[in-house]
């Protein structure tokens, strides 16, 4: 079934207040300090759809950093770069079932490799497979491939919020460092650390988001010319891990309320699609006990219900 875009336009503003309400009971994350000040109530989205409808409602203009959200993106640089067996050598393709910044299993699995690309191991991992002649090169050309997808060379890094976690990510620093022992990291700790945090604070509002969706939608084309912008395969594999391990610990909840493949970021943003159909941009700051927006989570299952979004 086709997404009615006319009858979405007129519900669309109540469901988002609606959902809105479920904000109270969720906290903006503080542990990078630059995100911490994100207005609690905050709730906005863009849908773009194949066909060229778009639409929007709430704060879709805010802007807020990718997080977690870059993991994709910077998987398929690192595909594009290394291919498919340069990468899975040194990152797994299973959800872990730990938190989205545990080390439990880099110590208790051998060989130490990080279990998928969507857990901060794994993305850091990612993050040095980025080909370029160093950290400033690789950052610019996932920047690059990020404003090519979202059709938008002014997005940049919110160097405040870059700063902010780089000065205090003790956590993921141990993290490469316990790749590093393991050989699963060619590059040192902080040039590579440097990768991973430019593209989490790299800055979008929810129709950049949208348009970037809609290319994962549209198998890695441009959704206007019709051009390849990220090989098919590629897109295949990385929609197969928002699906699997997109939305931290609660990817088989999301699954089954939603099914939809999408990938959420601490900031609160989450970037869905719906296959060959809509690509979605959405924003709200607060997070529920798994990490991901309680007021976004809300909003897309009511919007899947109601259009029959699931893809099972
Ligand atoms: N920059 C964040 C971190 O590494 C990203 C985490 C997230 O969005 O889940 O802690």
Redesign the pocket.
């Known amino acids: 079934m086709h997404t009615d875009f006319a009858h979405l336009q007129k519900r669309l503003p109540a469901w988002l207040e609606e959902s809105r309400q479920l904000a109270e009971h969720g906290k903006v994350?503080g542990?990078?300090p630059g995100l911490a000040r994100a207005p609690l109530r905050r709730l906005g989205i863009s849908l773009h759809s194949i066909t060229g409808e778009q639409l929007a409602a709430g704060e879709c203009g805010a802007a807020f950093t990718l997080?977690?959200?870059s993991k994709v993106f910077s998987l398929l640089l690192a595909l594009m770069d290394r291919g498919e067996q340069g990468v899975f050598e040194k990152v797994g393709m299973e959800p872990t079932g730990d938190d989205?910044?545990s080390m439990l299993k880099l110590e208790l699995v051998e060989p130490g490799k990080p279990f998928n690309p969507l857990i901060?191991a794994g993305?850091i991992a990612v993050a040095s497979l980025i080909r370029g002649d160093g950290p400033a090169e690789k950052s610019a050309r996932l920047l690059d491939l990020i404003r090519t997808v979202a059709g938008d060379a002014t997005i940049g890094w919110n160097e405040e919020v870059y700063r902010s976690?780089s000065a205090t990510?003790h956590?993921?620093r141990s993290l490469a460092y316990f790749l590093k022992d393991n050989a699963v990291l060619d590059d040192e700790v902080e040039p590579t650390l440097e990768v991973?945090?430019r593209q989490?604070a790299i800055e979008v509002n929810c129709g950049q988001l949208a348009r970037m969706g809609l290319v994962l939608a549209s198998g890695g084309k441009d959704p206007r010319s019709g051009s390849e912008l990220i090989p098919r395969r590629y897109v295949q594999i990385a929609k197969t891990f928002m699906i699997t391990c997109g939305m931290?610990n609660a990817s088989g909840e999301f699954a089954i309320q939603v099914g939809i493949p999408a990938k959420?970021?601490?900031?609160g943003g989450i970037l869905a699609l719906v296959p060959g159909e809509l690509g979605i941009g959405l924003v709200g700051p607060a997070l529920n006990d798994k990490?991901n927006s309680v007021a976004g989570v809300h909003l897309l299952q009511t919007l899947s219900r109601q259009y029959d979004w699931s893809m099972f």
């Open positions: 994350a542990y990078i997080q977690s959200i989205f910044n901060n993305a976690e990510a956590r993921n991973y945090f989490c931290y959420s970021g601490v900031s990490g």
